[in-house]
């Protein structure tokens, strides 16, 4: 069953806590991304990766950090130095399709609260 | 800074009416992307069209592109309750080709 998925579903974070919030896809998808989505708002664009070993900021890195070690990975660790972190986080995943990188497939999501 | 914007932010109509959304944009793109939110769940692709394209058909759904007026639309026919969800355009730049740009969405509502 191929396919994009989030972990956990809900997240509570203190304060001053640093998290990471899992994504793994099984689409053999070389790009993935990080969105932040905000109360009836669209998505903005965290971080992405093209290629394992690789990744760049997008438009709201501060306070955000990824890895890619391997294709199927990209996690996002949300740091202190987020000043608002409570979000909707959502990771996805695309292919190149010559003309560029195709639709974006997404996972379900994560909800982080900061209490 | 939003790429596409959508017009209506919101709107509501009757089960069996057609429901049209749109969209704008600022800069040329390489193709426009159009996807659906249910409430608290991840997007789902719905149709691509490419700056080269004019109309895309899927289903009930069509899309337009007028790269003129930097504008696109999307046309639900005969709407079902299950259609109710935010609807968002995403526009592939062709100075990046990399970055999908999201709009901030139209929700729509459909009575049953």
């Known amino acids: 069953d191929g396919g994009i998925t989030q972990s956990p579903k809900y997240l509570f974070r203190k304060e001053g806590q640093n998290v990471t919030l899992s994504c793994e896809q099984n689409l053999n998808h070389d790009a993935m991304y990080w969105y932040r989505q905000d109360p009836g708002q669209g998505l903005r664009l965290i971080y992405y990766?093209?290629?394992?070993?690789?990744?760049q900021k997008g438009d709201i890195a501060e306070g955000y950090s990824v890895s890619r070690e391997k294709k199927e990975s990209f996690p996002l660790t949300v740091t202190s130095a987020q000043k608002n972190p409570t979000a909707f986080y959502l990771c996805?995943?695309?292919?190149?399709?010559?003309?560029?990188?195709?639709?974006?497939?997404f996972g379900p999501g994560t909800r982080l609260t900061v209490l | 800074s939003q790429q596409g914007e959508e017009d209506p932010q919101a709107l509501s109509i009757q089960e069996g009416e057609n429901a049209t959304m749109n969209c704008s944009y600022k800069t040329s793109i390489n193709n426009l992307q159009w996807y659906r939110q249910n409430s608290g769940r991840g997007l789902v692709h719905l149709i691509l069209i490419r700056s080269n394209e004019r109309e895309k058909h899927s289903g009930r759904l069509r899309v337009t592109l007028d790269t003129s007026k930097k504008s696109s639309s999307l046309l639900i026919t005969a709407s079902r309750a299950a259609d109710t969800a935010s609807y968002f355009c995403?526009?592939?730049?062709?100075?990046?080709?990399?970055?999908?740009?999201f709009g901030s969405g139209t929700r729509l509502l459909v009575r049953p």
């Open positions: 990766s093209q290629i394992v070993n690789d990744f």
């Open positions: 995403a526009t592939l730049r062709m100075d990046s080709s990399y970055k999908l740009i």
């Open positions: 996805a995943s695309s292919t190149w399709t010559g003309g560029g990188w195709g639709e974006q497939f």
